[in-house]
């Protein structure tokens, strides 16, 4: 099964357009809509571990690899029904895929935040917004390879009245297009509907699903 993706950008300008800060002031204007962004993020990957309706999946998000360095503040929403675990502790990591595809077994070998305590690297998780993760600030090495995983339960279907798409943003709390680094929107590939072994890999443009059916 291939599914089609989609992102939007817009090329850097002192003239960027502005989101309308002037309606309604109680919620914050990144909650209102999907904003415009310097750039695409051209190399994000998505891998579930299951697809299987009603329980927990391992999802790994790869490609965040930029030519310089930042700090940045980064928000995943997943689809709705989608809702991230907790309990950051115990299984949300960041980690080098090319440490571990060394075959490096020590977590915090591979861990490109090590010197810091987990708990700075905790998202914010909002009771209200399940399927929303939400960095204030991180900082990434220019160059350098990093991807996450962390657990979703996935619902026991996909939506039916919205759309079945992850968003991953780059500074999307900055009021200006111009400050707003890069972003993309990955089509989510759909909840299994019959008990199936499932590997499922997604980029920005296609998703590639093998399926076996028990």
């Known amino acids: ?112 935040f090590s010197n810091l305590p987990r708990s700075d690297l905790w998202p914010e998780l909002e009771d209200e917004l399940p399927n929303e993760l939400v960095w204030i600030s991180l900082s990434f090495v220019g160059g350098v390879d990093y991807a996450l995983r962390h657990l979703v339960h996935l619902p026991w279907h996909s939506p039916r009245t919205s759309g079945n798409t992850f968003f991953i943003e780059l500074a999307f709390d900055q009021s200006e297009a111009a400050l707003r680094l890069g972003a993309v929107a990955i089509e989510s590939p759909r909840v299994a509907t019959t008990t199936t072994t499932t590997t499922t890999t997604s980029t920005a443009t296609s998703t590639t699903t093998t399926v076996t059916t028990t």
């Open 1 to 112: 099964e291939t599914l089609q993706g989609s992102w939007a950008a817009t090329p850097f300008s002192l003239f960027s357009p502005r989101y309308n800060l002037s309606e309604n002031e109680t919620v914050p204007f990144f909650q209102r809509s999907w904003g415009l962004y310097q750039e695409a993020l051209q190399n994000v990957q998505l891998s579930f571990s299951s697809l299987q309706p009603n329980q927990a999946s391992l999802l790994e998000i790869s490609g965040f690899l930029f030519p310089e360095s930042l700090k940045t503040s980064l928000r995943i929403i997943a689809p709705l029904g989608f809702e991230w675990f907790d309990d950051f502790d115990a299984n949300l990591r960041w980690f080098l895929p090319a440490c571990t595809d060394s075959g490096a077994d020590d977590d915090r070998t591979c861990d490109p």
